[in-house]
């Protein structure tokens, strides 16, 4: 009884413990993307302490958090900047395409550009993941994001759903928006980056 008590006392330390960093984590992130070009830094450190966390060789959340944004700042920024750049002229390609009215060939287009969306999105959660977790060059991060995208695309779906299925819950109604912000802004970013991280270190093992 006593030992059953113990393992029990120690997975709810654990759990709990868990949560705590979950909670630090979040508040990083949110904190050090608020001048939104750091957000790509921001996130490669997110993912780099995240990495720590799975594989249990985490140290100090927050000294982690910082050397990873640090070290990461570079490519992360210009990351975040491309990936940026090619979300707002997507965004633009549907507008016109909307505004023109094109009928059967404008929904062919639309097809397409949800396509090529669907590889931005794609390749930038893995080229967030390959930065935290390798030592490459922006272009082989970007070279790389392609072919696991395209490689490893049951995943890759399975990643995006993993992104916007909470988004879709979040604006069912005005009680959902509520709790999606409140889960936004306490646990839900490192908690999606905790789901995530899992399934690129599996990836990753035939990387």
Not at 140 to 162: D, E, T, W
């Amino acid at each position: 009884m006593y030992i059953l008590k113990n393992i029990s006392d120690h997975i709810i330390f654990r759990f709990l413990s868990r949560i705590t960093d979950f909670f630090l984590l979040n508040i990083l992130w949110i904190i050090f993307s608020i001048p939104l070009f750091t957000m790509g830094a921001s996130t490669a450190a997110l993912y780099s302490v995240m990495f720590k966390l799975i594989q249990k060789n985490e140290s100090y959340i927050a000294r982690e958090f910082f050397y990873a944004f640090k070290n990461n700042f570079k490519q992360g920024t210009a990351l975040w900047f491309g990936s940026l750049f090619l979300q707002l002229i997507l965004t633009a390609d549907f507008l016109i395409i909307w505004q023109m009215d094109l009928a059967f060939l404008g929904n062919i287009l639309f097809v397409f550009l949800f396509i090529i969306e669907f590889f931005v999105i794609s390749m930038s959660l893995y080229a967030y993941a390959l930065i935290a977790r390798y030592t490459l060059s922006l272009s082989a991060v970007i070279k790389n994001s392609f072919l696991l995208s395209f490689g490893r695309l049951p995943y890759s779906m399975l990643m995006i759903l993993i992104c916007l299925l909470p988004v879709i819950l979040t604006c069912l109604n005005l009680y959902t928006l509520l709790a999606g912000i409140l889960f936004y802004f306490t646990i839900g970013i490192s908690l999606l980056c905790w789901l995530l991280s899992n399934i690129s270190l599996y990836i990753f093992q035939f990387f």
